[in-house]
């Protein structure tokens, strides 16, 4: 790599400060990737408190028999409230926050490839969270008070259905989750396009950080995972308001062509989720291993195959619908396959780690949280493959517990370590690694206390999305344990955000390069300029800053 680190004062170092409405104004109209980037991530935060409030009014709901702390209409939208937020409006900005921030510094470019576009998707996702959310002031129409999606977050037909679900509060669901959906689209293309054509040069495909190649794959599976969610909720808007019937089973329509159609959707989100947090990792294991990764090409092949099979087993969501014995069988090797790939990434990863000079820093230990979490909701995930246990457990809260632990101890927990692993980059500050700690275990041992005791209540029988049930069932236990786990984790996210508020006003200043990574954002000042390089960089390898300053290291010159 021929340019080293830039030692030049970011701009925003100027003794000058403009007004604030000049700054909301910069913030508001910037096309610049970073600082899109950023503002996903603050609303992901956002819409994370405010899917975590609807979570513990959940588990409060919960905690007993009978109890009668929220209605059963409200326990319904608290539910669909959640799993909609949780997935549309926290775990996809997220995402795309950190793809936004991350990828063109790591291949070496000064921006996106469509910087208007690319303010255009974080706009329309933003919008289509507060349409939404604007359900609860205007959801049964004008005059008639507002009211939430109460329908849950896959809105299965007939529940849509005028019939069902009188007022507009559908209606607002389809809008919000329509309207961010194609905000995702237009990331995934400006991604697809930066990361093909925008690479610096002598950076082959081959050399770009694994984050980079799991983007990539993502953002394809964006493209070909969103568009058939959005053709079944122009059907869906058809119904209600024109006429139509193609899920309305009085008229016949199918209510199971809404399953095909929204599972062929959901079943990939499920890795538009998880690849990212694969990519994050595959940078945090090899810097805190000092080791590099251990099998690049085998990562980026299982990432590939990842994304092909997992368009093909949308159905082992819908073993119980009545499907042939054929097709149940067809889906359920497909679910037993998309384990292997998933596999040899556990694998890479675990021998990274082998022999490694380790450091346990946070961004590390949530990697480490990462490792165990998601491999316990891939092993139910496996269970679930299984025709006959699906059959068993289904709409149970083993099931429940199963999504969370590939979906929150996966992806939320991969996330908390690129948080805490780019923090320092973003705003040129190091978060506290004593509340870091803190803030890992309390959301590691409420996890598994929130979610654990789950299996057991539902191989007991408990089915999901009832708001109470009769005493003597022997659930009120199980219950009181997952609600303990829930407060332990807000414990813990309230210190996540008193770090962050502590660590950008007082937080210790990071450097360019606080790890001693090798990737390129690293080579940049911290926060980078506008302009991201003041030189471009010309890559020779795939660890181009690391090779520049460590040479003769033996640790680094192996694949």
């Known amino acids: ?295 690049y090409t085998s990562m980026a092949m299982a990432t590939a195959a990842i994304g092909f099979i997992s368009m093909g087993v949308w159905a082992h969501h819908m073993f119980t619908v009545g499907m042939s014995d054929a097709l149940d069988a067809i889906f359920s090797a497909a679910s037993f396959l998309i384990a292997v790939p998933t596999g040899i990434k556990i694998f890479n990863w675990t021998a990274t780690l082998y022999g490694g000079r380790l450091r346990l820093k946070t961004p590390m230990l949530f990697a480490l949280g990462f490792l165990t979490m998601f491999l316990i909701g891939g092993l139910t995930g496996i269970m679930l493959a299984a025709v006959p246990v699906d059959w068993q457990v289904s709409d149970s809260y083993f099931l429940v517990a199963h999504f969370h632990y590939v979906l929150f101890g996966g992806s939320l927990f991969a996330l908390m370590a690129g948080f805490y692993y780019w923090f320092p980059k973003a705003t040129g500050r190091m978060l506290g690694e004593e509340l870091g700690r803190l803030h890992f275990w309390l959301l590691f041992v409420g996890f598994n206390v929130l979610f654990g005791p789950m299996h057991v209540s539902g191989v007991l029988g408990m089915p999901r999305r009832v708001y109470t049930y009769q005493p003597g069932q022997g659930w009120e236990v199980w219950n009181q344990l997952s609600t303990i786990g829930g407060v332990i984790m807000g414990i813990g996210f309230l210190c996540f955000f008193g770090n962050v508020m502590h660590s950008l006003f007082r937080g210790k200043s990071a450097g360019s390069d606080p790890w001693d990574a090798w990737t390129l954002e690293w080579a940049t000042t911290s926060p980078p300029a506008v302009y991201n390089f003041e030189v471009v960089p010309e890559v020779r390898s795939r660890r181009p800053l690391w090779d520049l300053k460590h040479p003769e290291d033996p640790d680094w010159k192996h694949e």
């Not at 997935?87 to 795309?96: G, L, Q, T």
């Not at 199971?256 to 989100?269: A, D, I, K, S, Y």
């Open 1 to 295: 790599m021929t340019a080293a680190p830039q030692s030049h004062a970011h701009d925003s170092d100027s003794s000058f400060r403009p007004p604030l409405t000049a700054r909301l104004h910069d913030w508001v109209t910037t096309v610049d990737h970073k600082r899109i980037g950023l503002m996903y991530v603050i609303m992901s935060l956002l819409f994370l408190v405010v899917g975590g409030i609807e979570a513990m009014l959940i588990r409060f709901q919960l905690w007993t028999a009978n109890n009668t702390l929220v209605s059963a209409d409200t326990f319904n939208q608290l539910f669909t409230m959640h799993g909609t937020t949780m997935i549309f409006f926290v775990v996809m900005p997220m995402i795309a926050g950190f793809a936004n921030y991350l990828v063109p510094l790591m291949i070496g470019c000064r921006d996106v490839a469509f910087p208007r576009l690319n303010a255009l998707g974080f706009w329309l996702s933003l919008f289509g969270g507060c349409i939404l959310y604007l359900s609860y002031f205007t959801g049964k129409g004008l005059y008639g008070g507002g009211a939430a999606p109460d329908v849950g977050w896959f809105a299965y037909a007939p529940l849509t259905s005028p019939a069902y679900a009188r007022g507009g509060s559908v209606d607002y669901w389809i809008l919000g989750t329509m309207v961010s959906g194609i905000g995702g689209i237009t990331f995934a293309v400006n991604l697809i396009a930066t990361i093909v054509t925008m690479r610096a040069p002598g950076m082959r495909l081959g050399q770009v950080p694994l984050f980079v190649w799991m983007m990539l794959i993502d953002a394809w599976l964006i493209l070909f995972a969103f568009p058939p969610l959005t053709a079944a909720q122009v059907m869906l808007l058809m119904d209600r308001h024109l006429g139509a019937h193609f899920f309305d089973t009085q008229a016949g329509g199918s209510a199971v062509l809404w399953q095909h159609l929204f599972w062929f959707f959901g079943h990939p989100e499920v890795y538009i989720m998880a690849l990212p947090a694969f990519g994050i990792i595959s940078e945090v294991v090899p810097v805190f291993s000092r080791k590099v990764i251990f099998g």
